[in-house]
């Protein structure tokens, strides 16, 4: 996805342990603006994600 970083999550300095623990809710890297909402439109859903894993 293409666009602008608005928020980068620096609690993950201290706590990288989060990304694992809380990954949709308190673990997320960053926050992006993104210039060309229609891309969006390629990202997997969780469920479709983990199919592609059984692959």
Do not use: M, R
């Amino acid at each position: 996805v293409s666009g602008k970083v608005i928020d980068v999550n620096s609690s993950l300095e201290d706590s990288p342990e989060t990304v694992n623990l809380s990954a949709f809710e308190e673990g997320w890297f960053f926050k992006i603006e993104a210039t060309d909402i229609s891309e969006l439109e390629n990202l997997l859903l969780p469920e479709q994600y983990s199919e592609h894993c059984q692959d």
